[in-house]
């Protein structure tokens, strides 16, 4: 059947090769139902044949269906009327109407905005087609991405039809379904505006061998083993469509040059045979065999931003390599699983197939690293020398050509590794040529000096000769040394170039300390210049600030030859014991100093130490439990406890006996001289961990039978709690009734110990491998193997997610240091942390926070997420959860007088509540989406902003006041003055509006070149402030008066805000930066994310600075502190413990911070 399959384009719905799968079912019945859809996913994956497919079958229903391509309406030199102009004539094509009356309809309507104008487009089709219900399908809707305008109006149009259904019930009719390469955060590019988050994403996989079986038919080869013949080819493509249907057609083709008869393929040589021909004709030259092409547009989209491809080459160089890269949804990755040439898989990226592993392999990876890198040659040559060979290292004007060209580019560690050995020797080869030249100036003077006096007697004309010899010796030696000097400025602030850039991407893969050193390092370097440049100075501080702010690990327990498997703390908190599969347990002072090594005669694994006494406790992996006397480090007991590893042991806190749990099944309870006290029995699979209550000495054991049990002291059974997949870790609190545990589905339970269940925690990807209560906090901490260590609440809500560089396996809790911890994977090294710092709090919520708002006493804070609005304390308490639909929240005020709260849904509600949760009522009658909300001063008003540019005004009671028509675009963000008697908007035609409050139009001001998103007046309400896309924050009077200009962002504002005594503006800007100005324009200080922008800024009355940032992090920066920190002091004292005691430290970076003083907090 030489014709049966077809490579390329979009299948016929009924062609015999259109292979059904999960996605076909999933998305007919989503559409069905109501859904709004979207198929993303790499190219050539088949989703233009599923939405054929899907076309044809809702007609056949006697649905109405259009399905727009958007490839076809144009994207070269268009312009927005055009674009709209063609989706509709689309649409009016598709859906009969007669394209005279939508050439007229279209001039009747051309005084709207474009997106109104297809807005009520849609509201006539959806009239003329009142019977039935109508489907849209959008193809390459990654086309749209790179037209010349915004097309941001257009998805959220689709957002406004799905949300209007709870307004409109004709909107349930229409549903659409978007398909392209691309991620539902592409689709709105203004990250102000509310994300495109409704719908349901379809997932679209390779074929199965199951699926693909109608493939088989056209093999027609006489053997009966197609099936076999089949998965191999499944074998090299994964499933991956486009790939499947060649490789079967090249089996058709080869198969039909056999001379005379069919080919016959032996039962045994399946793969033989399929390997032979996807090698000869895929694999083999391919770049001239790949045709169709598919294979060359991997490529392209893998090379063509060569400031990225560095980065997305490198991760899957890890990969090819063996490493697991775990996902973490960034853009990176991301990137490679739009390229098709990766695919996430439980939680980690592979390669999508073994062709793709095979053409895009390590050598062809390498060779484009190489044409990226300008010093290829010297760096493979390198590191083939396991990094040691300094010769290879760049030098002079290779290097800094080099360092030239990693700016603006996400590099490698070994990269900037390369990088900065490179400046190190080249500042030291320079420092030893002048040493060298100042000594032989100093000789050549010294001998000519000694000529001079030796001749006294000498003719006045030989004496002045001489003179001037030595006069113009000596000065070539001040012109050698200006220009020694001059080489020497030159490779030091390449040097600090290179610091700085290895600070940043040591901080970007999580190795916190040493990206601390090199920015200390640079820092330092700069103060020891005579000159330098302002750019780089303002590089280094703010690589320095970042660190500072956001870094959480304090100091390194290193020392240990093979992976650490345990780790506790001692009561008082003074030592800390590791375990290790190097047959040894070490003992460390809290500032990290090795006090003791106790060898063992097998692997210890569990360590616990005895709450009151000088008592250790170690269990191994081949079952023995042994107790160790802490006065004199002897051992005292062994015993030999279970049959297999001892997975866990615990003291109970108040009674003397210790519990243990292994992979026997079994719990076991002993005293503290080793005797054995009792066995329970009772699981069914190994028994991973121990804990015991401290209200009462109940035992909880969790096992890999999915259920943690709970036992008296005695041995009885009291209870057994359930879970869903294997139970790895449990705890209970000492300050409350919860008992916390986790298992495979990465989820935290938590349990009233009465067997109540409490509440489910949700934010880990991977399995959480430990759990403690933090007991003066009412506070969680877990560890998991998505590398984070996670800080919750016992209400619920994520304080911190603390990003690690490994596997978070082990954890132990500080008795002693608030919050401090230490935290281990499997590898040599233990991590102590400081999880929270003195200069900021956080608050981690699932999704961007559009907006927040404090409250007037400062006691409150509003922050939302989706379509839940969180009410919080300054101690981090949900004190209220609003849950207002399935519309996201974008904008939240806070009443004058405190007693209401009002919150805007992009489903164009605001409802008015009160702070502890309860509702009181919608405004209703909005025709249009809000976007802000305002009371005024006296309680008694609300101002609200909408997307058709008007603000109305209602009473709190719910009635309209009226309605002013303020802005030609979007209105954006509406305030009161002070006394009441004015109100402000700002909007995205760059304008700001300001009205009497009675309605009178007073002035209108072309503030900005683009849209105005953040808006504050002064609190004594003689000043305004406006700041918005053009990078810009202006302070304005009343009457128009321009009085001052800030620049110093390089983004977005999307935030200003006035401090409460009024002489300070805080702006927050997508370049990643809160800038804090006195009024008279000067930067007092700059604070930084921890790599992504910042939403919004508001001060709050108790003093702190409350800020949002775009990947869900509520940050409240303590002011007090930061305004009168030293940076580099506060550096050095962070990192004093770690330089005084790690083994690891080298000598010269033990004086790194000489001269400042320290006091290691």
């Not at 000789?443 to 007697?457: A, E, M, N, V």
């Not at 300001?994 to 683009?1010: E, P, V």
Request: glycine share 6%; charged share 20%.
């Amino acid at each position: 059947m030489a014709n049966y399959y077809q490579i390329g384009g979009s299948l016929d719905y009924k062609a015999p090769t259109y292979i059904e799968r999960q996605a076909d079912r999933d998305l007919y019945t989503a559409l069905l139902g109501g859904e709004f859809c979207y198929v993303f996913n790499s190219r050539q994956m088949g989703k233009s044949s599923l939405m054929v497919r899907s076309w044809h079958r809702l007609q056949a229903e006697g649905h109405r269906c259009a399905v727009v391509d958007v490839t076809n309406i144009g994207s070269d030199h268009i312009t927005p009327e055009q674009w709209y102009r063609g989706m509709m004539s689309t649409l009016a094509l598709q859906f009969n109407l007669h394209t005279r009356d939508i050439r007229s309809w279209w001039q009747a309507h051309s005084h709207l905005s474009l997106t109104q104008i297809l807005s009520q487009f849609i509201e006539m089709l959806l009239a003329q087609c009142s019977e039935q219900r109508l489907f849209i399908f959008v193809d390459e809707v990654d086309s749209l991405l790179n037209l010349p305008f915004s097309v941001d109006d257009f998805f959220a149009l689709i957002r406004f039809c799905y949300n209007r259904r709870t307004i409109e019930p004709d909107y349930k009719r229409l549903t659409f379904a978007i398909f392209g390469v691309a991620t539902p955060a592409d689709l709105i590019a203004d990250k102000q505006r509310t994300p495109f988050n409704i719908g349901r994403a379809i997932v679209l996989n390779g074929f199965s061998l199951e699926d693909a079986m109608p493939l088989a038919q056209g093999l027609d080869l006489q053997t009966p083993n197609t099936q076999a013949i089949l998965q191999e080819v499944l074998n090299w493509t994964g499933g991956q469509p486009f790939l499947t249907q060649k490789v079967c057609q090249l089996l058709v083709s080869f198969s039909q040059t056999a001379v005379n008869e069919p080919l016959k393929v032996p039962p045994g040589m399946e793969k033989f045979w399929v390997d032979s021909v996807v090698r000869s004709h895929i694999i083999d030259r391919w770049e001239s065999q790949d045709e169709p092409e598919h294979l060359r547009t991997i490529r392209d989209r893998l090379l063509y931003d060569e400031r990225r491809t560095g980065r997305l080459l490198g991760i899957y160089q890890r990969w090819l390599e063996g490493q697991v890269i775990s996902a973490d949804d960034s853009r990176d990755q991301i990137e490679l699983l739009l390229s098709g040439v990766m695919v996430q898989q439980a939680g980690q990226l592979r390669s999508k197939n073994q062709i793709y592993e095979k053409v895009f392999d390590l050598a062809w990876v390498q060779r484009q690293l190489n044409a990226l890198r300008p010093y290829a040659e010297a760096f493979d040559a390198w590191v083939a020398s396991q990094q040691t060979d300094e010769s290879r290292l760049l030098w002079g004007q290779a290097l800094h050509d080099a360092q030239d060209w990693a700016q603006g580019k996400s590099l490698s560690d070994l990269d900037y590794r390369f990088l900065s050995l490179g400046q190190e020797q080249e500042q030291t080869e320079v420092q030893k040529t002048l040493d060298l030249e100042k000594a032989e100036a100093a000789k050549r003077t010294t001998r000519l000096q000694r000529i001079l006096l030796g001749i006294t007697s000498g003719a006045l004309v030989i004496v002045s000769l001489l003179g001037l010899t030595a006069f113009r010796q000596y000065r070539r030696a001040i012109s050698s040394e200006q220009n020694a000097r001059l080489s020497e400025q030159t490779s030091r602030l390449n040097e600090i170039r290179a610091l700085i850039s290895s600070a940043e991407g040591q901080f970007d893969s999580h190795h916190e300390l040493e990206a601390l050193i090199d920015a200390i390092k640079a820092k330092r370097r700069l103060q020891d210049l005579e000159t330098t440049e302002p750019d780089l100075e303002t590089a280094a501080n703010s690589v320095l600030s970042q660190i500072v702010y956001w870094i959480t690990e304090r100091n390194r327990l290193s020392g240990h030859q093979s992976g650490i498997l345990g780790i506790a703390y001692s009561p008082d908190g003074t030592v800390i014991a590791t375990t290790s599969a190097d047959q040894t347990i070490k003992l460390w002072a809290q500032n990290g100093k090795l006090l003791h090594t106790l060898s063992h005669s097998a692997s210890p694994y569990g360590v616990a130490f005895h709450p009151l006494h000088p008592l250790l406790a170690v269990t191994t992996l081949t079952g023995e439990l042994t107790l160790w006397n802490l006065e004199d480090n002897t051992l005292m007991h062994v015993v030999q406890a279970h049959v297999g590893p001892v997975w866990d042991i615990a003291f109970a806190p108040k009674a003397d006996f210790l519990v243990t749990g292994g992979s026997n099944q079994q719990v076991k309870l002993w005293s503290l001289d080793g005797t054995l006290n009792k066995t329970l029995s009772g699981h069914q699979d190994i028994v991973i961990q121990v804990a015991v209550n401290p209200a009462d000495q109940t035992i909880a054991s969790a096992s890999h039978d999915r259920t943690v049990k709970i036992w008296t002291p005695d041995g009885q059974l009291l209870r057994a709690l359930p879970a869903t997949q294997n139970v790895w870790t449990v705890a209970f609190s000492s300050t409350s009734d919860l008992l916390a545990l986790s298992g495979d589905d990465a989820d935290i339970q938590l349990w009233r110990t009465n067997k109540e269940h409490h509440l489910t925690l949700e934010g880990h990807t991977k399995r959480v491998e430990r759990l403690a209560f933090i007991p003066d906090m009412n506070a969680i901490a877990s560890t998991g193997l998505d590398h984070t260590v996670r800080i919750w609440g016992q209400d619920g809500l994520t304080w911190r997610v603390v990003p690690v560089a490994e596997d978070a396996r082990n954890l132990a809790l500080s008795p002693n240091q608030p919050h401090t911890m230490v935290t281990s994977g499997f590898k040599k090294v233990a991590q102590i942390r400081q999880w929270e710092n003195p200069l900021l709090k956080t608050v981690f919520l699932n999704d961007e926070p559009f907006d927040i708002a404090v409250s007037p006493d400062g006691n409150r804070l509003i922050s939302g997420d989706n379509s839940t609005l969180h009410i919080w304390d300054s101690e981090r308490r949900i004190v209220g959860t609003l849950e207002k639909g399935q519309a996201r929240l974008q904008g939240f005020d806070f009443s004058s007088d405190g007693q209401m709260l009002a919150a805007v849904g992009a489903d164009g509600t605001v409802q008015l509540w009160t702070p502890d949760g309860r509702f009181l009522r919608d405004l209703e009658g909005l025709e249009f989406i809000a976007f802000d909300a305002a009371f005024s001063p006296d309680s008694q008003q609300i101002a609200v902003t909408a997307e058709d540019g008007t603000i109305s005004i209602w009473t709190v009671e719910g009635d309209l006041i009226h309605t002013l028509h303020s802005h030609e675009g979007r209105g954006h963000r509406v305030i009161f003055s002070p006394d009441g008697q004015k109100l402000i908007s700002s909007g995205t035609d760059g304008t700001v509006q300001i009205w009497q409050a009675d309605g009178t139009h007073l002035r209108s001001i072309d503030a900005h070149k683009g849209v105005i998103f953040g808006l504050s007046v002064s609190p004594d309400g003689k000043f305004f402030a406006s700041a918005g896309s053009d990078q810009i924050t202006k302070l304005w009077r009343w009457d128009g008066t321009l009085v001052r200009t800030f620049e110093g962002h390089t983004n977005h504002i999307y935030g200003v805000d006035f401090s409460l005594d009024g002489q300070m503006l805080a702006t927050a800007s997508d370049d990643q930066t809160i800038i804090l100005w006195s009024l008279d324009g000067e930067k007092i200080k700059t604070l930084y994310s921890h790599g992504r922008g910042f939403k919004s800024v508001k001060f709050s009355p108790s003093g702190e600075l409350v800020t949002a940032a775009e990947d869900g992090t509520i940050t409240l920066w303590n002011l007090e502190e930061i305004l009168v920190m030293n940076e580099l002091e506060y550096a050095c004292n962070w990192i004093a413990d770690y330089l005084e005691n790690n083994a690891e430290v080298t000598e010269d970076d033990r004086t790194l911070c000489e001269g400042i003083t320290t006091n290691p907090f």
